[in-house]
């Protein structure tokens, strides 16, 4: 049943914009309860707004669909924060956190390096490891995520 719920509300996301993060089905709660997480596919924020607009449609295709025959509940949200930095706003937002750097070098070998955010330009990434300045050329980077500040 969950992999026929999951090809559901990921179609029925995308004729509305969004693309499906999670879906899960609680059937040990009475009713049972089917929540889907969603995130806009250009990668804007998703509002309260957005999970109420999508939490019709979605509702419907439940129905006609007839995967669930029972009474059920039907939550929509956001998943919420990713630990993953990837977009400028991301990076303005948690300047001074720290975070964790995968390095892949031209020999694909890889590093990881983990201080605290100082900036990211158009070409590299400066990174403050107990208060010496590495400078990552934006091409070595693979991922860029948030980390305990115990690591």
Do not use: W
């Amino acid at each position: 049943m969950l992999p026929e719920l999951e090809i559901l509300a990921s179609d029925t996301a995308a004729e509305r914009g969004y693309e499906v993060c999670a879906v899960q089905l609680l059937t040990h709660h009475k009713p049972i309860t089917m929540q889907v997480q969603i995130r806009q596919i250009g990668g804007g924020d998703v509002s309260l707004d957005d999970c109420a607009v999508f939490s019709s449609p979605m509702g419907e295709a439940i129905e006609v669909s007839q995967i669930i025959q029972e009474e059920y509940v039907l939550e929509i949200s956001s998943p919420g924060i990713s630990d993953e930095l990837k977009n400028e706003r991301d990076f303005n937002t948690f300047k001074g956190f720290p975070v964790e750097v995968t390095i892949e070098k031209k020999n694909k070998s890889k590093l990881q390096s983990t201080g605290l955010l100082h900036e990211r330009s158009n070409d590299h990434l400066l990174l403050n490891i107990k208060g010496r300045m590495k400078r990552i050329p934006l091409e070595e980077i693979r991922q860029v995520r948030l980390v305990s500040p115990t690591g």
